[in-house]
């Protein structure tokens, strides 16, 4: 750690020229690939953390860009990072990109050839270009950036995140009282909240969309019946991600009840991942959450979340995927420290087709997180109950 840090001493006199610790640590891996990049993220931000903040981009950003460039944006980042080696490419496009954005810097027209649009004005195919490359880009930042999120905690208590999924409101085989009980325990117990990971409904329109219509409890109800769960827990709901049941309306319509039930509660939604930095104090814990994905085994359930660690994006402690109803909790090792699997299972206890197959009834199950305000410490219950007894325990209740 001393070599680390003393190498990141040695170079902070270069530190103002990033914008943020994320390209100083890429930096500084160009300098010492032998620390992987992640790794120097960590030491920089635990760096900042022991000896204070580091003032990243101190001088104007777009101080040396030009008002107008003739030749491509690539050009004029390479062009910089000569004059400028100790702020990386990626930096010098990253400055472009935004100056373009604000319109800081604009395209110099050469005389080519124009592009006439009937009933429009005569437009430069270069300014087309432009336009799109800004949409396009501005679309693939915000969709990287929509899955990423922190949720801060003041610290002091021990806090429990219930994980939840597979609820399959308005089917038959659902145990809605279990379901109901444990959304109130999450309610009621002081520092414990929830996650859920989908499949809220049953929702069966993708199959036989008008059967499903007039089913007894139809999903019209179900939705209405979705609505009314959320409330169960007040303002407990900590993050939601969208199942395939869920997914179905809105690939069949223009309207997805789900998204609105949920950013209506300002309850962070993503459909397919998402990624949350819970700090409880000053401890940070990683959670990666999705209803379903590709990996998965019947033999090891556990195995398809092991899968998401080793070639996702996301250097997780606690990872939570549902959809198969098979609950698992199990604890893995990754660069030498623990890591939890955790497959919620589902409230639906009996499928048709599970059964079929050769699986059998299940029971209803809402692991529970705790998480340590003192140290990095995790543990999981399989069941909320046994979960909330050693919450209550733990801060003193």
């Known amino acids: 750690m001393s070599r680390v840090y003393d190498l990141i001493n040695e170079h902070l006199k270069v530190a103002n020229t990033f914008p943020n610790s994320a390209q100083f640590a890429k930096y500084l891996h160009g300098i010492d690939p032998s620390v992987k990049y992640p790794t120097w993220k960590k030491r920089v931000e635990r760096y900042q953390h022991e000896f204070g903040e580091i003032d990243f981009l101190i001088e104007d950003p777009y101080e040396e860009l030009p008002d107008e460039w003739e030749g491509t944006w690539r050009s004029l980042a390479i062009e910089l990072h ?232 996301s250097d997780f402690d606690i990872g939570v995927v549902g959809h198969h109803h098979t609950p698992v909790i199990e604890n893995f090792t990754r660069h030498g420290l623990e890591r939890w699997a955790v497959r919620p299972g589902s409230y639906k206890i009996i499928d048709g087709y599970s059964e079929m197959i050769g699986f059998q009834k299940e029971r209803a199950t809402c692991p529970l997180v705790i998480l340590s305000p003192d140290a990095r410490h995790i543990q999981v219950f399989s069941d909320l109950r046994d979960g909330l007894e050693t919450l209550r325990v733990l801060n003193g209740e």
């Open 82 to 313: 000569a004059r400028r080696p100790e702020i990386t490419m990626k930096a010098w496009e990253m400055r472009i990109h935004d100056a373009k954005v604000k319109g800081l810097i604009k395209k110099k027209q050469r005389p080519n050839f124009i592009t006439t649009t009937f009933g429009g004005e005569p437009t430069q195919i270069a300014d087309v270009w432009d336009a799109i490359e800004t949409a396009t880009g501005e679309n693939i930042r915000k969709a990287e950036n929509a899955r990423w999120a922190e949720i801060s905690f003041e610290g002091g208590k021990y806090l429990g995140i219930a994980l939840a999924s597979d609820q399959h409101i308005g089917n038959k085989y659902t145990d809605h009282e279990r379901m109901r009980e444990d959304a109130e325990l999450v309610a009621n117990t002081p520092n414990c909240y929830a996650i859920h990971a989908g499949d809220f409904i049953d929702n069966f329109v993708i199959d036989k969309p008008r059967p499903s219509m007039k089913a007894t409890i139809p999903p019209s109800v179900q939705w209405k019946l979705c609505d009314h769960y959320l409330s169960m827990f007040e303002d407990k709901i900590l993050a939601v991600v969208a199942g395939n049941h869920d997914l179905w309306t809105s690939g069949m319509t223009d309207y997805d009840p789900l998204s609105r039930q949920v950013l209506d509660r300002n309850i962070l939604y993503h459909p397919h991942e998402l990624n949350i930095r819970i700090m409880n104090g000053k401890i940070p814990y990683n959670f990666a959450i999705r209803h379903k994905r590709r990996g998965n085994s019947n033999i090891n359930p556990s195995r398809v979340v092991k899968k998401m660690w080793e070639d996702g994006e």
